[in-house]
Nanobody, 114 residues
Framework: QVQLVESGGGLVQPGGSLRLSCAAS????????MSWYRQAPGQEREYVAH????????TYTASVKGRFTISRDNAKNTVYLQMNTLKPEDTAVYYC???????WGQGTRVTVSS
């Protein structure tokens, strides 16, 4: 079955960096576009970033553009989210999504606080 497992979250100070990973299994990862979403406390889940199956095209929500980078390693069936210059408003549970399979991971919590 389709499975997505996120990791890499944690507590970081404002201005710091984290790299999230999402390990995929149960489908042909190299043929699947992937996305990252996040859900802050008391808010709706929101789109963060998207990458095409081959990794040649990426898109970002405006609030993270220039600070976050989505990438993938198809040999490792893994998609990444490099997050730099983190702000308190980036605090959320981050989820990866395989849109073609409507499959979500369990999420990894990111807290940005001094």
């Amino acid at each position: 079955q389709v499975q997505l497992v996120e990791s890499g979250g944690g507590l970081v100070q404002p201005g710091g960096s984290l790299r999230l990973s999402c390990a995929a299994s149960g489908f042909t990862f190299s043929s699947a576009a992937m996305s990252w979403y996040r859900q802050a406390p008391g808010q709706e889940r929101e789109y963060v970033a998207h990458i095409t199956s081959g990794g040649s095209s990426t898109t970002y929500t405006a609030s993270v553009k220039g600070r976050f980078t989505i990438s993938r390693d198809n040999a490792k069936n893994t998609v990444y989210l490099q997050m730099n210059t983190l702000k308190p408003e980036d605090t959320a549970v981050y989820y990866c999504l395989a849109p073609s399979y409507a499959a979500w991971g369990q999420g990894t919590r990111v807290t940005v606080s001094s």
